[in-house]
């Protein structure tokens, strides 16, 4: 029955292939002819080792990785007593284990140049595996990888994250003195000057101008770091004014020349018609840029957006921001057109629109933006909303953007603006590191005592590896990276100078990731944490996570903080490793994925209202980063449901977004949602459901997965989580 197994094997290059019954038969055969006759087993007993094998592989619910059914034959062999078989068996993985050994960067980037690693190449949902400059960014990161593996990190480390009990992020870049996320300080690059590719960047005298050069700082700092970035609209904001003087200047000049009437009531009409077109064209600039640059990590910029009315003054300034926030909303709506001419939904920028008082309710000033940003939301997924009155109880009064899609500053008194205000912007995170709740629970097999002292042994070694990525980061040069360093994304050092001093007392964070939350307390109580039973153990769980993190920054004066772990591909690991540890266990580890951070399960029934006020407690014990999402239909013809929802999250919940479809097929071109089917070989694949064309290079699905959305396409677990996700509206 072997040759009828649907549970495909990883190869060591990352190739997933369907199990094949006559490789483990010639392998047994090939160390059976090494032996004596006497010790040699027959035919019969060759291919019993590889059905039972093959029965056992059919069991599994997940892929198998090759060195676990080479782990089988060894058992299998010896069941059937043929030891001197099994010897030769063993001594032929030693010497091909040693021949890999001796140099193990070959095999990955040949199969990334290939493109059959599915781990590595569905790792990042918007990135293309396929293009040069991508596979180049993918074959540096296999010699960081390796390098951090054998040369950098230490040991207890290395295997932690391989056995996924935790997940070191970004090894790929580790090598490299590079860091996590930023707050861009775009409003001094602005205001006072820059530098671009050694080339003077001075002070926009246009609107026009500033969205230009933003975007380039956007691009550069992209590729000096390799997590996301955040600027503010209300940074671009002043240049309005400045394009206003200007076009009035010319309006007057023109008129004197035609000898027209200098009436002010025309020249103010003129300028404004002038200006909404300059302010077309710059977010223009500023979207389809964005978009199309491709950064030396083979993708567009990882790139937010931040839209709040009250982070500047009332008057003209904050009207012109509002005007510029119109612009962004009305253009995201209706969205880029693909190689094919169809409008679709872009990936980035990532959109964040502050819900407050004069915004909010129907009457208030700026409900008409609120309005748009509803029919937005409704068609492209974005903005996603940030309550200014949850916030600023959080957040010390105070309302700033995360630094890409989730990643949050903490409020630092030690860091602040020369006006005394509290300093966020040129801030930024080192990295992060994440513990597996759902290994903890099952090494501690369900007794609670012993759990709380394996929590505290992993917590442990998480802090070892976060003490990792910041002494990696210690001795940087300012000149490795001048756009961030020196001229004002960051930081203005001189050259030569260090960076350490922008590593202590809050200047940047460094972040505890955490992930199954939901799996954990179903291990150890067998309850999902929306339990009223459950939920003061996983509230418990989150506190002790914080208390660890108080007390490594009151010791080490670095600012950690604990964070809401994306998870995009971590996901699929973490649950591959569990069930190699544990086997299946219902409701545990029965599924190609875990659970992101404190989020209910992408199954259970729940109201999008109760969703929402339930993760809001959570939220407040995830100070470094955390975005809670509901499931949505679509909602293009229910724009006031939007706004209630919108309204809730203001009255309850710091951070959300509305999970939209936003797909489009181009064999025939129906534009509803694209389905998940499973393929003969039990493979998740994407489908239309019009003409059932399966194949991906002629299709545009967008699904957010990860606070941010993905246009590329997900591994196998991150799939199956999508399939599962049920409405909450």
Known sequence: ????????????????????????????????????????????????????????????????????????????????????????????????????????????????????????????????????????????GEVSKDLSKRVLLPTEIVNAHEEGIIHFHDSDY?????????????????????????????????????????????????????????????????????????????????????????????????????LRDEVKSGIQTIQYQL??????????????????????????????????????????????????????????????????????????KYWHLTQLAAECTAKRMVPDYISAKIMKELKKGEVYPCMGCRSFLTVEDSQKNADGSHKFYGRFNQGVVTINLVDVACSSEGDMDRFW?????????????????????????????????????LARLKKGEVIDKLLYDGYSTISLGYAGLYEMCMRMLGKSHTDPEARPFALAVMQRLN????????????????????????????????????????????KNYITNSYHVHVSEEIDAFKKLKFEADFQKLSPGGAISYIEVPNMQNNIPAVLSVMQFIY???????????????????????????????GKLVWECPSCRNQNQDKMFVARRTCGYIGTQFWNQGRTQEIKDRVLHL
């Not at 001594?91 to 590595?120: A, F, H, P, Q």
């Not at 510029?324 to 409008?343: A, F, P, S």
């Not at 939209?660 to 071109?669: A, H, L, Q």
């Open 174 to 274: 580790f090598a490299q003195k590079e860091h996590n996320c930023d707050l861009i300080n775009l409003d001094d690059m602005l205001q006072n000057g820059t530098v671009i590719s050694e080339t003077l960047i001075e002070k926009p005298h246009s609107f026009f101008t500033a969205c230009n050069v933003t975007t380039q700082i956007v691009a550069q700092v992209a590729s000096n770091q390799y997590g996301g970035q955040s600027f503010t609209l209300a940074h671009l904001a002043p240049f309005v004014d400045i394009s206003r003087k200007k076009l009035r200047k010319g309006v007057i000049e023109e008129r004197k020349e035609c000898g027209e009437s200098l009436d002010d009531a025309i020249i103010s009409r003129i300028t404004e018609r002038r």
């Open 651 to 681: 009255d309850n919940i710091m951070y959300a977004e509305l999970n939209t479809k936003s797909d489009y097929c181009e064999c025939c071109g129906y534009d509803g949602e694209i389905l998940i089917k499973e393929d003969e070989a």
């Open 291 to 364: 978009i199309t640059l491709m950064t030396c990590n083979g993708q567009a910029p990882f790139v937010t957006i931040f839209m709040y009315l009250d982070e500047v003054g009332e008057g003209q300034l904050r009207d012109d921001l509002a005007l510029i926030i119109e612009e962004v909303l009305v253009q995201r709506m209706q969205g880029v057109k693909n190689e094919k001419g169809v409008w679709i939904t872009p990936a980035f920028p990532k959109l964040i629109y502050v819900l407050d008082e004069d915004n909010v309710r129907e009457g208030s």
């Open 1 to 140: 029955m072997g040759q009828d197994v649907k549970t495909n094997v990883i190869k060591r290059n990352g190739e997933e292939v369907l199990f094949d019954l006559s490789k483990i038969v010639n392998a047994v055969r090939a160390a059976n002819c090494e032996v004596d006759k006497i010790h040699q087993m027959n035919e019969f007993q060759i291919v019993a080792v590889a059905e039972k094998i093959a029965d056992q592989i059919d069991e599994f619910t997940h892929a198998v990785n090759v060195e676990d059914i080479q782990d089988m034959v060894e058992r299998g062999i010896m069941e059937m007593r043929g030891y001197e078989v099994a010897q030769k068996y063993v001594r032929y993985r030693y010497k091909r284990e040693l021949k890999r050994k001796s140099n193990t960067t070959d095999n990955g980037i040949l199969s990334l140049i290939e493109n059959i690693n599915e781990e590595v190449t569905q790792e990042n949902s918007n990135k293309n595996p396929v293009i040069n400059s991508t596979q180049r960014d993918y074959m540096a």
């Open 547 to 590: 208390d660890k993190c108080m007390e490594w920054k009151a010791a080490e004066h670095i600012s950690y903080s604990v964070y809401g772990t994306p998870m995009e591909s971590t996901t699929y690991k973490f649950a591959k490793c569990l069930q190699k540890r544990f086997g299946v266990i219902e409701g545990v580890t029965d």
């Open 453 to 489: 002292e394996i929590l505290d042994e992993r917590l442990e070694l998480c802090h070892r590896g976060l003490r990792c990525r910041h002494e990696r980061l210690l001795g940087t040069v300012s000149d490795v990276a001048p756009i961030l360093w020196q001229y004002g994304a």
